[in-house]
């Protein structure tokens, strides 16, 4: 599972920060990242899958219940390097500025609550391969309706039940080049950021089509834990 590239140099920085509050009462004790799938916390599927692809540089962009992230990592994955920036209660894009002082080169960013069986492999290679300095992971938009093609007269003509409809969407597992941060700094607003790099013809897409797995209501971490041992065997190979 390991990198072909050399992989000692690219750090992975972690959203943690969020208050999580869809998952409320849980997370009235804990950050969203360490709400338990089955008994392990969400942080723990998310370090460990890229642990096993040889990434061992974490960056931990912690906010709400943050003294719950230090005392996580305080007795676990101790075998990795590991910082955790606390930023308060602040947007996605002030967190990731408050970090961008101790990541000197290309960085993957996610979310501390989506769990997916990207490739790096494929994922970075395909990043070196186009012209851009940012790459985000999109996966295929399903329904979560059933869809009506109604005619003109009101008459029913076909039905779909939740189908995976022709449009993609972000899950995050960015691969950022360093140079990105500079662009970072300088925005006001992550969506901005995003805009502004879709309008300079700098940011591509990666499509994946394997497990995804998000955790932001509880009906989310009902399927989760239904669905996390197709995740568990993929870190198991």
């Not at 599972?1 to 590239?5: G, K, P, R, T, V």
């Not at 995804?212 to 932001?216: D, E, G, K, L, R």
């Given at each position: 599972?390991?990198?072909?590239?050399d992989?000692?140099?690219?750090?992975v920085?972690l959203?943690?920060?969020?208050?999580?509050?869809?998952?409320?009462?849980?997370?009235?004790?804990?950050?969203k990242?360490?709400?338990?799938?089955?008994?392990?916390?969400?942080?723990?599927?998310?370090?460990?899958?890229?642990?096993?692809?040889?990434?061992?540089?974490?960056i931990?962009?912690?906010?709400?219940?943050?003294?719950?992230?230090?005392?996580?990592?305080?007795?676990?994955?101790?075998?990795?390097?590991?910082?955790?920036?606390?930023?308060?209660?602040?947007d996605?894009?002030?967190?990731i500025?408050?970090?961008?002082?101790?990541?000197?080169?290309?960085?993957?960013?996610?979310?501390?609550?989506?769990?997916?069986d990207?490739?790096?492999?494929?994922?970075?290679?395909?990043?070196?391969?186009?012209?851009?300095?940012l790459?985000?992971?999109?996966?295929?938009?399903?329904?979560?309706?059933?869809?009506?093609?109604?005619?003109?007269?009101g008459?029913?003509?076909?039905?779909?039940?939740?189908?995976?409809?022709?449009?993609?969407?972000?899950?995050?597992?960015?691969?950022?080049?360093?140079?990105?941060?500079?662009?970072i700094?300088?925005?006001?607003?992550?969506?901005?950021?995003?805009?502004?790099?879709?309008?300079?013809g700098?940011?591509y897409?990666?499509?994946?089509?394997?497990l995804?797995?998000?955790?932001?209501t509880?009906?989310?971490?009902?399927?989760?834990?239904?669905?996390?041992?197709s995740f568990?065997?993929?870190?198991?190979?």
């Open positions: 599972m390991s990198l072909n590239n992989s000692n140099h690219i750090k920085l959203l943690c920060g969020g208050k999580g509050e869809r998952l409320s009462p849980l997370t009235s004790r804990i950050p990242p360490l709400v338990p799938i089955n008994g392990t916390p969400i942080l723990n599927y998310l370090v460990t899958y890229f642990e096993k692809h040889g990434l061992r540089k974490f931990i962009a912690a906010g709400y219940k943050s003294d719950k992230i230090y005392e996580y990592f305080k007795n676990n994955h101790k075998n990795l390097e590991i910082q955790i920036i606390d930023s308060g209660d602040v996605i894009l002030t967190r500025q408050a970090v961008s002082e101790f990541i000197p080169g290309d960085f993957i960013m996610c979310y501390g609550d989506t769990l997916a990207v490739d790096l492999n494929k994922m970075i290679d395909y990043h070196h391969s186009h012209d851009g300095i790459t985000v992971t999109s996966y295929p938009l399903q329904s979560s309706f059933g869809i009506l093609d109604i005619g003109e007269t008459k029913v003509m076909s039905f779909m039940e939740k189908p995976v409809l022709d449009k993609w969407i972000n899950i995050g597992y960015f691969y950022f080049s360093k140079e990105c941060v500079r662009h700094n300088d925005s006001l607003s992550f969506v901005d950021f995003l805009n502004e790099r879709i309008a300079r700098e940011m897409s990666f499509k994946h089509r394997g995804h797995i998000t955790v932001n509880i009906t989310e971490l009902r399927d989760a834990e239904n669905n996390i041992a568990n065997s993929v870190l198991n190979r």
